[in-house]
């Protein structure tokens, strides 16, 4: 995508790829990473699950049956949860033919994998822990993969969040310069209590208003809104002054 695709002044709103360019690649694959790039994307989002071997990988699903033919190649596993394979079973998988015919071999990526990749690009990352209570340890296991990855330690590069926000204000404890976010929208009495260990609050897109925006802003975080895929809903959360805008179309989210 060349820069003359985007839309016009989006007053400096971030642009984060939902599972990477998710609408053009099979999410949560290099390849989407590598669409979201070309996109100008500012962020890519991604989610990490943990494999029967503790390996923190790149999944959204708490099973895989939906972006991999984990059931043809392990019938009798169901329900195919993600925590039951090893890391060696689920690298035998497919995950980009569900998507297209031309993504077919397309890997599950580890999460250094994915973070060695991408280290070279000037992207920022938004790494969302994923069913952490299915996986204890992990969020210790994630903070250990970033602190041995200190391009991704660098100011501002990486923002890490969940809807589980206990688990947010844990990760906050072991890697405290790392800024994190919670998924969701705490009530305007919630917000002070998660200042204390969040830099971001990440609301559904339909949750957002000025009003709100600006109660996140005066307990000094920032919203990023997920997920809006049309002109029109990215031009009213930018209207309503969201710092960031998660899209699986991030070619469309102005700038
Ligand atoms: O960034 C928030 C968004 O990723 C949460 O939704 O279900 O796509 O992980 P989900
Ligand atoms: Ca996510």
């Known amino acids: 995508f060349a820069p003359a695709t985007r839309q016009p002044a989006g007053a400096g709103v971030a642009d984060i790829a ?3 360019a ?3 690649a099979p999410e949560n694959t290099l390849a989407s990473f590598y669409e979201a790039r070309a996109a100008n994307a500012d962020y890519f989002e991604l989610d990490v699950q943990e494999t029967r071997d503790h390996v923190p990988i790149i999944m959204h699903d708490a099973t895989l ?5 984990a059931e043809k190649v392990f019938p009798g596993r169901s329900p195919w949860r993600v925590g039951d394979f090893t ?6 998988l497919d995950a980009g033919s569900w998507f297209s015919a031309r993504y077919a071999g397309e890997r599950v990526p580890t999460l250094v994998e994915t973070l060695r990749d991408m280290e070279g690009s000037d992207m920022k990352l938004l790494l969302e822990l994923k069913n952490p209570a299915l996986y204890p340890g992990m969020t210790g296991r994630v ?8 391009d991704w330690l660098l100011p501002d590069r990486t923002v890490v969040q969940s809807f589980d ?3 947010v204000e844990s990760f906050h404890r072991l890697l405290p310069s790392v800024p994190t976010g919670v998924i969701g929208t ?13 830099g971001y609050v990440n609301p559904r897109y339909d949750t957002v208003s000025a009003a709100y925006v600006r109660a996140v802003h005066a307990q000094h975080m920032k919203v990023f809104a997920w997920v809006a895929d049309s002109p029109a ?5 930018i209207d309503d002054r969201v710092d960031g805008i998660v899209s699986n179309r991030p070619e469309a989210v102005p700038h």
């Open 18 to 20: 939902h599972r990477g």
């Open 22 to 24: 998710s609408a053009h």
């Open 65 to 69: 049956s939906r972006t991999t033919d």
């Open 87 to 92: 890391l060696a079973q689920i690298k035998r």
């Open 143 to 150: 903070a250990q993969v970033l602190r041995a990855q200190p």
């Open 165 to 167: 926000w206990p688990s």
């Open 186 to 198: 705490p009530t305007t009495r919630q917000l002070p209590g998660v200042a204390r260990y969040a």
């Open 233 to 237: 809903t990215m031009r009213r959360l």
